[in-house]
């Protein structure tokens, strides 16, 4: 894997996601499934409780909307495990390169992230439509 010409910003998670993307890599890798990537991001968060998780944080379930700083191009999706990842447009798996570089950043922070092919996205991270610890549901 190449390596990012910056460096990654810090992450935070809650609790619950952290253990629930523990547990469904330990099955990805019993199924031969690549969790390398997600496994570096989820070693350096910052884990908090639910309620304690801060409202401008991409958590899972989370919808986002950000800016490929390399293409220009806005878009608008949400974070999900990979049984949610249903073909669905806007729909992105935890599993998926995109996915795991979005888990966790704030409104404002960019991440450099490379891509099959030798390729790197710069990914900024411009709102949140909806997470939801911010709307209450913290045992969801």
Known sequence: MATPASPRPSIVMSRLDYDRIEAMIEGANERGVDTAAL???ITRAEVVEPAQMPGDVISMNSTARFLDENSGEERELTLVYPRDANGEPGRVSILAPVGSALLGLRVGQS?????SGNRHINLRVLSIKYQPEAAGELHR
């Open 39 to 41: 496994e570096a991001e």
């Open 111 to 115: 991440i450099d992230w490379p891509m």
